[in-house]
């Protein structure tokens, strides 16, 4: 457990910032294409600089995702995925990088499942996740209305709780989302889902992340359609992170090295 | 039509006891909040009211009869059966009472575009249909398999001027169009108002598609008191999502002399595949809600299946789950062929061709006047006509009138290929 020390992801923050560089968020599927694929990946993408993985648990009805990750999550359910494998995954990575942040990118749906399974409930899946080297908490369709059930024992088990903040949310909600969020809050860029087409040099976003600057104190990442090195180095000025998430799914259908330079070249941009 | 307060007004969050609420991602929370806003100060004006009520009338051919159906009870040991006609429709079903009125609340709010997502194509027709008469442009996504089951209405679609987009992934069917109507509403928010089917996904859906079908249950009380001159012993209809069973359950939910009972799809049995998700599903978060569905372990949904596209959703709408788990309704599993044979039962007793989904709700009226007794007064909720669903029903009912057809197809193709070749 982490006790006192300030959790990994506030430590990996500090170190970018330091560095005077954005951090990457690197989002791969688990189990994509299957365990031992995805485990390769997974150690080459954070071997080649992603500083904070963002580990997805495969869904069958993934609603907020674009077709590149939505056919991540079909080859890792054929594949055998549970909750489980995705969490011994979590493991494999944290053995071999000890200081690396690791977040969960999750449906309600498994984790509730997992939460109802526990003998001890949300709390004791909550302190597994924890004990299995698990840094944070990302669910996607648990808007702050619906997330106590989670939130709470998260929290209690030291796990940070990631916020989503869209550009159509007003400024009473990104207030409430802020105020319930640790570890950072992730910044939507766009109205759609996963993997669509991103202006990153927009008006409108650059708004919308000064705006979110002035709500809080926690490190922001913006995420949603960035695949380019050039949209990372627009965005990395503006931000503590940038997420690359489809860009890395479908560099990673091509195997380790081709996913590594991938990585490499995002890595390089966010000096900004 | 007066406005009738909810029966069961849900508090703030559309909860209906464990069941309901907004699981949706951030992107879609402000446009869910503003119709959860806006819909019951539509609901309460006047204005709207009256021009729903027009609509139905003048265009949807609202009320629709009560027919009673001494035949079929004859045929299945009495009990004085009447069948509520939403068959009699406008597009053969229900499912236009609720567009009529969605599309009557998009325009309010200046949305300029529609979307909807469709199983056996009813509710895609219905919406492509609202569409034409306002002048929208509609999309409507379809599972790939349902397309090619459900071919004549997506032809139906497209003649009303509908963009039909077939979705491949997942399981091919209705839980995969949803997915894929949500991600389109999700970036397509501003301008888009998204047509939800049935009395599910996140609040304030399963509450305004109630309000919306609730018109049934009203025509249908009067119409039973009137005409029978007492309440119904029982209701009974078919359960998909549940739009049509709670649009009738609505006026009797504070009868409690009037057992509700809601019909769902057993499939091919329920130890084999099935839709069955009353008496097989777990609680999960799906489709913007918390309701039962049918899930393995690691709560992954499961495909369902049934005869009927319309029945092949492996969810429920929460106020169902919440119905039963009060015990105010309860829920009997009808498989397909009890479902086939009760089509054609009804077809030749009463000279009314059900769909199959409402041939669910038909087939378990033999069991139930066996348990309620021969003087029992049951109400049916007749969903929808089986236009649709003829090639399914030939094919498994009658496959000589098939190979009747494809042995004269052939012929005439090869008199043509024969003519083409000299
Ligand atoms: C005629 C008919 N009845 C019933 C249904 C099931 O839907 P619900 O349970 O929402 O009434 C459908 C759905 O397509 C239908 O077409």
Same mark, same amino acid.
């Not at chain 2, 769909?355 to 929808?384: I, R, W």
């Given at each position: 457990m982490s006790g006192s020390h300030p959790g990994r992801i506030a430590a990996r923050f500090a170190d970018c910032r330091a560095q005077g560089r954005a951090a990457l968020v690197g989002y791969l599927t688990g189990f994509d294409p299957d365990h031992e694929r995805s485990l390769a990946n997974l150690l080459a993408a954070c071997e080649a600089g992603v500083d904070v993985l963002e580990l997805g648990v495969p869904f069958s009805d993934p609603t907020a995702d674009g077709p590149e990750i939505q056919a991540a999550m079909v080859r890792a359910l054929a594949a055998g995925a549970s909750l489980e494998g995705v969490l011994g995954l979590a493991s494999r990575v944290r053995e071999r990088f000890a200081e690396l942040p690791i977040v969960l990118f999750s449906y309600a749906n498994p984790l509730l499942r997992a939460c109802d399974r526990d003998p001890a409930g949300a709390r004791g899946f909550c302190a597994r996740l924890r004990e299995l080297g698990v840094d944070g908490l990302l669910v996607v369709d648990l808007p702050p209305e619906q997330a106590s059930i989670l939130r709470a024992p998260a929290i209690a088990a030291g796990l940070d709780w990631i916020g989503l903040c869209a550009p159509t949310s007003p400024p009473?909600?990104?207030?409430?989302?802020?105020?319930?969020?640790?570890?950072?809050?992730?910044?939507?860029?766009?109205?759609?889902?996963?993997?669509?087409?991103?202006?990153?040099?927009?008006?409108?976003?650059?708004?919308?992340?000064?705006?979110?600057?002035?709500?809080?104190?926690?490190?922001?990442?913006v995420g949603f359609g960035v695949r380019e090195p050039a949209q990372v180095q627009a965005l990395a000025p503006q931000v503590d992170a940038v997420v690359v998430g489809s860009a890395l799914v479908q560099a990673g259908r091509d195997g380790p090295s081709s996913l590594a330079s991938r990585v490499a070249d995002l890595r390089a941009a966010t000096t900004g | 039509?007066?406005?009738?307060?909810?029966?069961?007004?849900?508090?703030?969050?559309?909860?209906?006891?464990?069941?309901?609420?907004?699981? %949706?991602?951030?992107?879609?929370?402000?446009? %869910?909040?503003?119709?959860?806003?806006?819909?019951?100060?539509?609901?309460?004006?006047?204005?709207?009211?009256?021009?729903?009520?027009?609509?139905?009338?003048?265009?949807?051919?609202?009320?629709?009869?009560?027919?009673?159906?001494?035949?079929?009870?004859?045929?299945?040991?009495?009990?004085?059966?009447?069948?509520?006609?939403?068959?009699?429709?406008?597009?053969?079903?229900?499912?236009?009472?609720?567009?009529?009125?969605?599309?009557?609340?998009?325009?309010?709010?200046?949305?300029?575009?529609?979307?909807?997502?469709?199983g056996a194509g009813q509710h895609g027709v219905a919406t492509a249909t609202v569409c034409a008469y306002f002048g929208l442009p509609c999309v409507v996504y379809m599972g790939a398999e349902d397309v090619a089951r459900q071919a004549l209405n997506v032809f139906r679609m497209r003649l009303l001027g509908a963009e039909v987009r077939p979705v491949e992934a997942g399981s091919a069917t209705l839980k995969d169009a949803i997915n894929e109507a949500l991600r389109d509403w999700v970036a397509n928010v501003a301008d888009t108002h998204y047509v939800i089917g049935s009395v599910m996904g996140p609040d304030p859906y399963p509450s305004m598609v109630r309000d919306l079908q609730r018109v049934i249950g009203d025509e249908a009380r009067a119409q039973c008191l009137d005409r029978m001159g007492s309440l119904p012993d029982a209701v009974v209809a078919c359960v998909g999502g549940g739009s049509n069973a709670i649009g009738i359950f609505a006026a009797f939910l504070d009868d409690p002399g009037v057992q509700l009972i809601g019909v769902e799809a057993a499939g091919e049995g329920l130890e084999g595949r099935h839709a069955a998700t009353m008496s097989r599903g777990e609680v999960g978060v799906y489709h913007g809600m918390r309701s039962l569905v049918l899930q393995n372990d690691d709560g992954q949904l499961q495909e369902a299946h049934s005869i009927s596209a319309g029945l092949d959703y492996p969810g429920i709408g929460p106020e169902h789950a919440h119905l039963r788990e009060r015990g105010r309704a309860r829920y009997l599993a009808i498989d397909d062929e009890q479902a086939l044979a009760?089509?054609?039962?009804?077809?030749?007793?009463?000279?009314?061709?059900?769909?199959?989904?409402?041939?669910?709700?038909?087939?378990?009226?033999?069991?139930?006047?066996?348990?309620?007794?021969?003087?029992?007064?049951?109400?049916?909720?007749?969903?929808?006509?089986?236009?649709?669903?003829?090639?399914?029903v030939m094919g498994r009912l009658d496959a000589e009138s098939l190979a009747l057809v494809e042995r004269a197809r052939a012929h005439s193709s090869q008199a043509q290929a024969g003519q083409g070749g000299q």
């Open positions: 009473a909600r990104l207030n409430k989302i802020v105020n319930d969020a640790s570890g950072f809050v992730y910044a939507v860029s766009l109205t759609g889902v996963t993997g669509s087409a991103l202006d990153a040099d927009s008006e409108a976003l650059r708004a919308q992340l000064e705006d979110l600057r002035g709500r809080t104190q926690l490190p922001i990442a | 039509m007066p406005v009738q307060p909810p029966d069961t007004s849900p508090p703030a969050l559309g909860d209906f006891g464990q069941f309901g609420g907004r699981y %949706v991602a951030e992107t879609l929370m402000p446009a %869910v909040e503003q119709l959860a806003r806006e819909w019951p100060i539509a609901w309460a004006d006047e204005a709207f009211q009256a021009e729903y009520s027009r609509i139905l009338s003048e265009y949807v051919g609202r009320p629709s009869p009560l027919t009673p159906a001494p035949r079929l009870a004859a045929a299945i040991g009495g009990g004085q059966i009447w069948l509520k006609r939403e068959d009699l429709n406008h597009t053969g079903a229900h499912k236009i009472n609720n567009c009529v009125g969605q599309v009557l609340l998009a325009r309010r709010l200046g949305k300029t575009r529609i979307i909807a997502e469709t009760a089509l054609s039962l009804l077809s030749r007793t009463e000279g009314i061709i059900p769909a199959l989904e409402t041939a669910h709700a038909l087939a378990a009226l033999e069991p139930l006047v066996a348990e309620l007794g021969p003087q029992a007064k049951l109400l049916v909720n007749l969903s929808g006509r089986g236009d649709k669903d003829m090639h399914t």
